[in-house]
Nanobody, 122 residues
């Protein structure tokens, strides 16, 4: 059974940093593209970043966020620096077969975590 779980969210002030983690089990982690998404209240879910070997980023986070992965630990990371109030959202990770730019390609076979909340106060 595949399980995906995010952690590391929290409440920070604008300009501060957070590092999100996502662990996946029950799959061959290195065979999957891994992506981060976020959804703010009342807004559609949006792709933030995706990685196979190198990372791709949405324009809104480019230069501030860094995606990385440790295949030996089955873990995905998102280092978020210079956080802004508009980064406030529930952050989800997804295991997918490929990246479509900065999005994990949407398919019915993607695996999703339950999310971790990031709140940035001004």
């Amino acid at each position: 059974q595949v399980q995906v779980a995010e952690s590391g969210g929290g409440l920070v002030q604008a300009g501060e940093s957070l590092r999100l983690s996502c662990t996946a089990s029950g799959l061959t982690f290195e065979d999957y593209a891994m992506g981060w998404f976020r959804q703010a209240p009342g807004k559609r879910r949006e792709g933030v970043s995706c990685i196979v070997r190198s990372g791709y980023y949405a324009d809104s986070v480019k230069g501030r966020f860094t995606i990385s992965r440790d295949n030996a630990k089955n873990t995905l990371y998102l280092q978020m620096n210079s956080l802004k109030p508009e980064d406030t959202a529930m952050y989800y990770c997804a295991a997918a077969r490929a990246c479509c730019g900065h999005n994990a390609c949407p398919t019915d076979s993607n695996y999703w975590g339950q999310g971790t909340q990031v709140t940035v106060s001004s």
